[in-house]
């Protein structure tokens, strides 16, 4: 065949073989992914669909972190878990399952949570960081460590019926704190146990993040950076928005920030955002 | 001068639940202007029934809120003063941090 | 307890806990899912992401119908399948799966194509139909079908890097022929198999037509009825817009409508649009 | 006068791979108005470089072809007799059978 294959081997020319036929995607973009890695922080809500797909479209190295184990009322919405998982932490799960999926990737399991104590060490074995945590301070931590080390960061949020998208610190745009220099108000903190959501609605956006860090990692197509997607799963309505660039006054990554890793490993993100780095879920008394 | 404020990611929770308000606003001057500043004080006594310091901080939104006019953040159009014209869609939106 | 529980186990409130703390879904919204049935056809790229969160919301009959087997080139997108299940039928693949995620609600395998001669009695068990499938003519078949037996219908596609999705026959809204009331030539009618497609990208329309469908079963918010969204993923767009509603001229569901079940049954939807009810896959040579 | 066709689903094939077409195109009457019957016209002998059978049948588009305008199928405003104005951005697109 006179093909440039990019050393696929036949078995992922088969696999592969939809992508490969894409104009826009293609041999190039299929190499691109296959040499990539994606960290997932969060196997829950966002991270379920996000790692399937991940695993599915042959992302080389796929990392997640997690610390918790699967709970049944989890399930409504983390489909990557089975209910034969229930107990047993959300990594192995995860793990088990986009390997069942794809056993010619690298599927890599972080079973701790994150902190500024190991952010820095695991974020930097990676390319591109998800966002597929529950909170405030770990947004806020994992954005700055990806600033610190120069990572594009896919963020996704979801809760009740809405959901929110974006990518921080792409090719000079904007990061987490340029957009929210100041933390919320803690009661402004809403997490899906303690409000509820829609199960459907992070799987949405856990696949938009999904084909955002596709997009980066297979060079193709233009990301969601400056913009931010918003979906009201309810009315049935998506806007996307035009955001604010880099902010030249950001703490994080403006022209003056001299947020270090030294820093970023002392930086208090609990107290900056009076917020528990784990959240307790409260109990629905029916 | 009819406007349409909208309210989402929580914040439709101040405003008695409704997330689009299909609304009317005499202008604040002779001039026959509106600024956001004026829609913000507006909202802020018209159309947010509590706890308003989840809405606002100052003489503006709180931290954690965005705020859109015609799909486009505020930060790129003047924030406060920004210029409102009849039908302008202008959305507070309140950042999700669940998953 | 003081609330209302319509009829739901402890297991059900601690598996949907999340839904039903919503306002706008709750108890009663959950207690509809539960009751309701949805009948996906095509266990493929759509079918696979909106199977496992209808099984995860607790849709409680949920019907999958598909001809096919697991194929390596299908694992690119078709996520509810493992490596497993290659060479196994899809509803058989589907089927575990739905089950291992929510054992506690009714799965129905229907093992073979949708033809004419099959349709009207599969199709009037389910009260939603989702159009998951890859060709013209079984999307015309299906249409008419729904039409004849007053079902509503989530139907959405995906090719190359684009999707598309609607609601049809929803309370006097329009159906697929109001729209397309002529077939459209051979030639534009590409398949994922002919065409290719970015995996994700059926990933995220089958995750917004479970979305769909789960509005309508549990009868809460605004269904994407008269209205279409159209995404192009490599360049981030989105868009909704308005389409037409029924059309009195319509063949199937206008005034002058005689499209009988008589008339569905004898109708050669092959000759109708000059394609075949299966689509032979095109061998990619690199 | 400035207007965006846009080609969608596939279409865009039949134009060099575009999607996004910026163009300014001529009034076609003294009166000043551009209707849709003009720009299929001049679409077609202007963007569209191949296989023009499958983007038109006859004076219209082929089956299977929605055309948008500002977000709004065209049948809701009157298909080939649609009036355009400046910056209307209009959609053409296949529809997809895939999955
Ligand atoms: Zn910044
Ligand atoms: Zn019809």
């Known amino acids: 065949s006179s093909y440039p294959t990019n050393g696929l081997t036949q078995d992922m020319i088969h696999r592969y073989s939809r992508h490969l036929m ?3 995607f293609g041999v190039e973009g299929q190499a691109n992914l296959l040499k990539s890695s994606i960290l997932v922080v969060g196997a829950g809500g966002l991270g379920a669909s996000a790692l399937l797909y991940f695993a599915a479209a042959g992302v080389g190295r796929l990392g997640i972190v997690d610390h918790d184990v699967v709970e049944l009322n989890n399930m409504h919405r983390q489909v990557i878990h089975t209910e034969a998982y229930v107990g047993k932490p959300k990594v192995k799960s995860a793990g088990a ?8 990737i690298e599927v890599v399991e972080h079973q701790e ?10 974020l930097s074995k990676y390319d591109i960081i998800v966002d597929a945590t529950d909170n405030a301070p770990t947004r806020y931590l994992i954005s700055d460590c990806c600033v610190v080390l ?3 960061l896919v963020s996704g949020a979801a809760l009740g019926m809405e959901g929110q998208l974006t990518v921080y610190n792409y090719k ?7 957009l929210f220099p100041l933390p919320p108000p803690r009661t402004a903190c809403q997490s899906c146990a303690e409000g509820g959501v829609l199960g459907v609605v992070p799987g949405i956006i856990g696949c938009l993040q999904a084909l955002e860090a596709i997009k980066i990692a297979a060079a193709v197509g233009e990301p969601l950076s400056g913009r931010m997607l918003l979906l009201d799963a309810l009315s049935g309505r998506i806007r996307i928005v035009k955001i604010r660039g880099r902010s030249t006054h950001c703490e994080a990554c403006g022209e003056n920030a001299t947020f270090t890793q030294q820093k970023f490993r002392e930086f208090d993100y609990e107290k900056f955002t009076e917020t528990p780095l784990r959240v307790p879920p409260l109990k629905l008394n029916l | 001068m009819p406007i349409t404020p909208t309210t989402n990611g929580g ?5 008695d639940s409704k997330k689009i308000h299909n609304v009317n606003i005499e202008q604040q001057n002779g001039e026959g202007k509106l600024i956001m500043k004026d829609l913000l004080s507006w909202v802020r006594t018209n159309l947010i029934k509590e706890r308003p310091e989840m809405f606002m901080k100052g003489d503006t939104v709180r931290p954690g809120v965005l705020v859109l006019v015609n799909d486009c953040d505020w930060e790129l159009s003047g924030q406060l003063d920004t210029s409102l014209e009849e039908k302008d869609v202008v959305v507070f939106i309140s950042t999700l941090h669940g998953g």
């Open chain 1, 22 to 24: 894409l104009p826009s």
């Open chain 1, 150 to 152: 120069g990572k594009p």
């Open chain 1, 97 to 104: 399952a986009c390997r069942s999926v794809n056993s010619s």
């Open chain 1, 113 to 122: 949570a994150l902190r500024t104590s190991n952010a820095l060490e695991i």
């Open chain 1, 172 to 178: 000079g745009g904007p990061c987490y704190r340029c």
């Open chain 2, 11 to 15: 914040l439709e929770l101040l405003c």
